[in-house]
């Protein structure tokens, strides 16, 4: 593991801890960072003991972070001249997309969470509903440059610097531009982000923050709009047991032909919290059950290799998101073998930095 720098913890835990709180922002910036160094390192570059992370994920987890709030008119400011929630045009942005979808059925806010969340990462948005998303990342992105990324800690941009221009045109991780940390805040982020993300530190703060400013609700109704993206959201695996219905498949661990199968997240949905395609393979149902929330090891998919990236490529021609999905969340490269060696190293890093349990046959 890196050596974390005891001055970073202490500058981290104290902004968390003691900062006076506004608004909810600097809670979901530091939320939001955790995600993105935790889920999208392969995008993440380190040089000089400064690291420079892709802004658009932290956009993204922003979106969904506070969508629950904008919904059910959730205040996330104390100051009452201004919009409750983020600023008008974003929260009228957020009521456009909405809309868009009421005439389908009268959805509840987990609802309508799920529905954008499933048809937002598997590309099945319209064409006005991309718009008005493209609108609303980027007022998100000019509102987290301009608001918490600038006041967080005891300077102007001490935490966050170095944030790039961008020329934005596209629903597109590479025009959203970047930020950087330093390296020594980076590896707080990194090995113990998980556990700043527990309930007596980021998320019972903006709990109690909530709490504070709408005094109607109780702790528990505020929690489950925290917490709902982890625990609620779609985990659907019936694309690929369509695909592979009445045929005979190999167990992507173990070789074995079978025709009654599990559907296998090669990295834990309870750990990784991803439904992509890519991370969804064909399992014995015995071999599924002994792996269960284990990490497979980078030998078992080294060994392995050849039936993953077989079924990579049935995906890739019936399923039009595949490429998409799999280029976020693993990495833009031109061959197969890199997209082995980037799993790889995910997984080696949750079993031998982060301590995860291994899976092995």
Request: charged residues 30%; aromatic residues 16%.
């Amino acid at each position: 593991m890196e050596k974390i720098d005891l001055n970073s913890l202490i500058k981290i835990n104290k902004i968390i801890e003691k900062d006076n709180l506004s608004s909810s922002y600097k809670l979901a910036l530091l939320k939001g960072t955790i995600f993105v160094v935790n889920k999208f390192d392969h995008f993440i570059t380190v040089k000089n003991k400064k690291v420079k992370l892709p802004f658009y994920f932290l956009v993204e987890q922003w979106f969904f972070d506070y969508l629950p709030f904008v919904y059910d008119n959730i205040k996330q400011q104390t100051n009452k001249k201004k919009a409750q929630i983020l600023n008008k045009q974003i929260e009228s942005l957020y009521r456009q997309l909405f809309d868009t979808f009421k005439s389908e059925s009268s959805l509840n806010w987990k609802e309508i969470y799920l529905v954008i969340y499933y048809r937002y990462h598997n590309d099945k948005l319209d064409k006005t509903q991309k718009d008005i998303l493209l609108k609303l990342f980027k007022e998100i992105r000019k509102i987290i440059k301009d608001n918490p990324m600038k006041y967080i800690g005891d300077d102007n941009y001490e935490i966050f610097f170095d944030i790039s221009n961008a020329k934005i045109k596209n629903l597109n991780y590479e025009e959203f531009g970047t930020f950087c940390i330093k390296e020594d805040i980076y590896n707080v982020f990194k090995y113990l982000g998980y556990n700043l993300l527990g309930l007596s530190t980021i998320l019972k703060r903006w709990v109690d923050f909530t709490l504070r400013i709408n005094p109607e609700l109780n702790r528990n109704q505020i929690f489950n709009y925290m917490i709902y993206e982890v625990q609620d959201v779609l985990r659907d695996t019936h694309d690929i047991r369509k695909l592979f219905n009445n045929q005979i498949v190999e167990c992507v661990w173990s070789g074995k032909k079978i025709k009654y199968f599990d559907v296998d997240h090669i990295i834990p949905f309870s750990i990784y919290f991803n439904n992509d395609l890519w991370n969804l393979m064909p399992s014995d149902k015995k071999i599924n059950n002994k792996k269960r929330d284990k990490i497979p090891t980078p030998e078992l998919i080294e060994k392995r290799k050849d039936i993953l990236i077989y079924y990579w490529k049935i995906y890739k021609e019936k399923f039009s998101y595949f490429l998409k999905q799999r280029e976020i969340s693993l990495g833009k490269y031109n061959n197969e073998n890199e997209y082995i060696l980037t799993l790889q190293k995910k997984c080696d890093f949750l079993i031998s930095k982060l301590g995860f349990d291994y899976f092995e046959i």
